[in-house]
């Protein structure tokens, strides 16, 4: 996949360093990963370990906030993932992070926003 310019951009990234999991529904586990930028539109990730299961679609959870959102991944550089949002954000409450990793359509969400 080309290289976008930062110019060609829907919306700004906002550059950062924060821990976050990928649920996946094939997976009982949550997957730890790193956001390092984010935008309205999408994300760019990295994961410390290999990559070769990751679908093209799973849902992100910033600890920090409480909040997730389905993603689909749009590219793969080495450990590096773009992802663009598939959905809104929706909150959770921290004790439904834990049932959310094993059945994350289980949990009831609660639309909300990061503002």
């Known amino acids: 996949m080309l290289a976008r310019s930062r110019d060609s951009r829907k919306s700004a990234r906002r550059w950062m360093r924060r821990d976050a999991q990928v649920i996946l529904e094939a997976f009982e586990q949550p997957i730890r990963c790193m956001v390092h930028d984010l935008s309205d539109g999408g994300a760019r990730l990295s994961f410390a370990g290999p990559l070769a299961d990751l ?28 992802v663009r949002f598939i959905s809104q954000w929706f909150v959770t409450k921290s004790s439904e992070r834990v049932s959310a990793s094993k059945n994350p359509r289980a949990v009831s969400r609660e639309r909300g926003s990061l503002a």
């Open 55 to 82: 679908p093209r679609a799973f849902t992100l959870v910033l600890f920090k906030d409480n909040v997730q959102r389905d993603c689909e991944m749009v590219w793969l550089n080495g450990r590096f993932v773009g």
